[in-house]
């Protein structure tokens, strides 16, 4: 039976038992009621008449006022265990009473008993979904729920048909069917109580004091206060109203076929068993399939859509076959495929708030829209006359405004998962800057004298910036710093500060070790005097200390105009470069620089030259002078520095600042294998800095001619740009097969890491973990994709909920996930997301990617052949290979998680 309900319904091995308890005890529920309602129908029917229905239906709403009142204050003072076995037992005592007062007979009793088992019917399905909804979590739901929902149908076949056997094969009296549904109903409370106990206990606190007095008044208020709600009250209402007129219309046509009592028992006992029937089937071969497709909209568009034919078909062929169509129709969606959906509008609400509203809203609000459905049968059929026929008209009407509600609720059922995730973006973004507050002078000393950097460098930013007066005598002495920062900032502050009388000792600066602040002292001492700066800055180049003649080049590198430039002669660079030393180092990063303005026809070879250089600062500085040129010939340079790490960063820039076209250039290094792998593994970041059409399509395109590593740098990328512009391809079909490429690798691995776990010996030594953060990598790239086909920030928030530690996150997330992606995508991706552990994934992989590693011959095959140069060097090297993720630190909501950027 597990197996069957797992095939047809989608259920996870670990949910089918319960999912099956859970299932029977809905079928006793539902057996119980549908004994009670053919009891119910025909004694009114045949005592009071059809006319009469408005004032039970009245009648029933002003009864369930107090019952709706007692049922909240019960749930605020018991556990949801005893709240159920208690309501349960009561109810059976009720019928108990009810046969009695049959037996005393009087006219009334009839209206009684029709009030009562619609009330019955209410509290029994509403305490069933409450205990169902406290005890699957949100992604269990949808799959599960349409399981307990076949339970509800199954039962309607069962209490159908049981009710026309003991009435006519056994010849029992209508009144005695009491008994039987009191006592199934006694059988259905003891499983439900074991089913807590014995397969998920509810170890629910008691409520505090204050809480317990509040009274259905604060059920009124979440529903004022809650969109969301007033959607699911509205939907209801106007499902009750609906189904109350059409009920109006089929008994009065039934009533009309069959005078007698006992033919009409037997009728709306086949009646109600033959639909069941029906629903039954639609339940098993529609139902699973309609909710994964269409999901929860589709859900709750069907039965008003079947309910607008069959008003149609009255309106045009008014009688009992009609009446069938019409009301078999409502009752056997109405508890299947329509209560499924209603019943998941619920799973976003908190729980706490359902626990509130939940059987408020089914019992008052329910028998409420029954009661107003009786008032307008009331001045329809009473006062205007409308004929059977002619009601439908208002049907219709009706039906259109439910429509609309429905897919109002869709989306407000999106939009509770959205906000519920979006408010966790919180806590991943960087704390606030602490407010900067005014120092005194002394603090603002002792920062300065401090040998720390960050201190240092925050009280000179505060010098720079303010209007205190300037200690000279501190700031000298921030000359001597360790740090090359703080000197260079110092000189700033001097300069920005207009200090005076300081030129002998920051001329001293002109031969600091570090260029920068050789360049900070030299803006310093030419800069000052604007009438004589072209002579200052002469009067450098021509120093006979090289130093300040490089210096003098950094200057003119950073802040010089073309006159500036001209003034630069070959000799001197020629000079410079070939300068030896720790002097030569620093004279030939400021030639570098220089280069990096000039347009001359010895640039190139100079900086080539350079490139070649033996000390890092000299060969960084070149990279960003060839950059500056713009010229081609340095491509090839800078891609091979672009594979160094000591150089990426810088070459990457340098790269960057080159114009557009160049991107076609970049492209056939991305996709050309010879390239040096770290250097491909850089290039799709440079195409950050090209937003537009031309990158997005090259990215896009590369895709799928590249290796893991390099396709994960590429979803990066395109994930950055889709901030800027809008990266989404021409073409979705290209993105959507990468996206199903990346799930089955994803599967792949997953496989491995449990084969790995479940096998004792294997032929390498290779640790589980050691694959986890490859997987991880691979959920990031699926949702960078993904974030290019839809609401980028939705997937982001569903990202951070998917890795979320937080069950109920990351089943909302999932939820989530299965109401943002087409039904193709989220077909192969929800198992893998609702299997964290990777306990279904070899089931998954088989099923969607016909791929299953059950074997370690299997698992070292896709090592070898996935396209994933690391997992190849994990096969080889076992414990002992340095396996590094693509996993971006700077995009990352944690150290350890790094998610897809966000709009």
């Known amino acids: ?52 229905l408005p004032f039970v239906f009245i009648l029933t709403t002003v ?41 005393v007979s009087g006219e009334w009793s009839a209206y009684v008993l ?31 729920f349409t399981v307990l929902s076949a339970g ?80 699911i009250v509205g939907i209801l209402a106007l499902t009750v109203v609906v189904t109350t007129l059409v009920d109006y219309q089929f008994k009065t046509v039934a009533a009309r076929a069959y005078p007698t009592e006992a033919g009409l028992t037997s009728f709306m006992g086949q009646f109600y068993g033959g639909v069941s029937v029906i629903a039954l089937i639609v339940q098993f071969l529609l139902a699973p399939r309609l ?46 495929i329509d209560k499924t959906g209603r019943e998941l509008l619920f799973v976003p609400v908190p729980l706490p708030k359902k626990k509130r509203v939940k059987v408020f809203i089914d019992v008052f609000v329910d028998q409420g829209a029954q009661g107003l459905g009786g008032v307008l049968l009331l001045g329809l059929v009473t006062s205007l006359g409308l004929s059977v026929q002619m009601l439908s008209l208002v049907i219709l009407a009706l039906i259109a405004v439910w429509g609309t509600l429905a897919y109002r609720a869709r989306q407000s059922y999106v939009d509770q998962f959205r906000t519920q995730l979006r408010n966790q973006e919180a806590s991943y973004e960087a704390p606030d800057e602490a407010e900067e507050t005014a120092v005194d002078t002394d603090e603002l000393l002792d920062s300065l004298c401090s040998r720390t950097e960050t201190d240092a460098l925050q009280a000179l930013d505060q010098l720079e910036e303010g209007s205190a007066p300037v200690p000279v005598d501190a700031l ?50 030419y800069c000052q005097a604007t009438d004589r700066h072209t002579e200052r800055i002469r009067q450098g180049l021509n120093h006979e200390d090289p130093q300040i003649q490089a210096a003098t080049l950094g200057l003119i590198a950073t802040d010089g105009d073309p006159d500036e430039y ?36 010895y640039r190139n070879d100079f900086l080539h030259r350079l490139l070649r250089d033996d000390t890092p600062e000299v060969v960084r500085t070149a990279i960003e002078a060839a950059g500056n040129t713009n010229d081609r010939s340095f491509l090839f340079p800078l891609i091979r520095q672009l594979g160094e ?76 740009l889709h901030q800027a512009v809008d990266a989404s391809p021409s073409d979705p079909d290209v993105l959507d097969a990468v996206i199903k490429q990346e799930a089955a690798h994803y599967a792949a691995l997953g496989q491995i890491q449990r084969l790995l776990q479940q096998s004792a010996e294997h032929p390498v030594p290779i640790d589980p973990a050691t694959l986890q953060p490859l997987r991880q990598e691979g959920l990031e790239r699926i949702f960078r994709l993904l974030g290019l086909r839809y609401n980028q920030r939705d997937i982001y928030d569903a990202y951070l909920g998917v890795t979320s530690p937080d069950p109920t996150l990351r089943d909302s997330a999932i939820e989530f996930v299965d109401n943002l992606v087409d039904y193709n995508t989220r077909r192969f991706l929800l198992p893998l997301l609702d299997d964290p552990e990777g306990r279904h994934v070899v089931e998954v992989g088989a099923k969607f990617f016909d791929r299953s590693l059950r074997d370690w011959d299997a698992a070292t095959d896709y090592l070898r052949t996935a396209d994933d140069p690391r997992l190849t060097d994990l096969l080889e090297e076992g414990p002992d290979a340095d396996v590094d993720t693509m996993l971006d630190p700077d995009d990352a909501p944690s150290a350890s998680v790094a998610a897809p950027g966000s709009s």
């Open 1 to 52: 039976m597990g197996r069957l309900l797992g095939s047809l319904f989608g259920l996870r091995r670990d949910e089918r038992t319960l999912a099956l308890w859970m299932a029977v005890y809905h079928v006793l529920l539902l057996v119980s009621l549908y004994l009670l309602k053919p009891v119910r129908d025909s004694l009114f029917l045949s005592s009071r008449g059809a006319a009469e």
């Open 63 to 103: 009864v369930v006022v107090p019952v709706a009142a007692l049922h909240t204050r019960a749930g605020d003072r018991f556990r949801l265990g005893g709240l159920i076995d208690g309501g349960s037992l009561l109810l059976v005592l009720s019928l108990v009473g009810l046969r009695g007062l049959l037996g």
């Open 114 to 144: 029709y009030a009562w088992v619609s009330i019955y019917g209410l509290l029994i399905t509403s305490q069933f979904w409450l205990m169902a909804n406290a005890l699957f979590t949100s992604s269990q739901s949808k799959r599960v």
């Open 152 to 231: 509800a149908i199954l039962g309607a076949i069962v209490g159908g048909q049981v009710t026309s056997l003991l009435v006519e094969t056994v010849g029992m009296s209508s009144t005695n069917l009491l008994w039987v549904a009191s006592g199934v109903l006694f059988v259905a409370t003891g499983l439900a109580r074991w089913i807590r106990t014995r397969h998920v206990p509810l170890d629910e606190p008691q409520d505090a004091p204050e809480e317990a007095a509040k009274s259905e008044a604060s059920a009124l208020s979440i529903i004022r206060d809650s969109r969301h709600i007033q959607l």
């Open 291 to 336: 909710m994964r497709v269409v999901g929860i909209g589709g859900a709750l568009s069907v039965l008003p859509g079947i309910l607008a034919l069959g008003s149609l078909g009255m309106l045009v062929v008014p009688g009992l076959l009609a009446g069938i169509f019409l009301r078999g129709s409502g009752q056997s969606l109405k508890h299947s």
């Open 476 to 525: 000298l002495c921030l000359l001597d710093h360790p740090a090359p920062a703080v000197r260079a900032q110092t000189l700033r502050v001097l300069r920005a500060r207009r200090v005076e009388g300081v030129g002998e000792a920051v001329a001293e600066a002109l031969r600091d070790p570090d260029p920068d602040v050789q360049v900070a002292a030299a803006r310093y001492l």
């Open 566 to 601: 001209e003034l630069v002669s070959e000799s001197l660079l020629r000079r410079l470069i070939d300068l030896e030393g720790e002097t030569g180092t620093q004279t030939r990063t400021h030639v570098a620089r220089i280069l990096g303005v000039l347009d001359r026809s």
């Open 645 to 720: 790490d000591a150089y990426a960063s810088t070459a990457r820039q340098a790269l960057s600042a080159f114009d557009p076209p160049v991107l076609g250039t970049l492209y056939d290094y991305l996709v050309d294998p010879q390239t040096d792998p770290d250097a491909r593994v850089r290039i799709p970041s440079i195409f950050v800095n090209q937003s537009g059409s031309f990158a997005v399509a090259s990215l896009v395109r590369g895709l799928r001619k590249v290796e893991v590593p390099v396709r994960h740098a590429i979803a990066q990328a395109l994930s950055k």
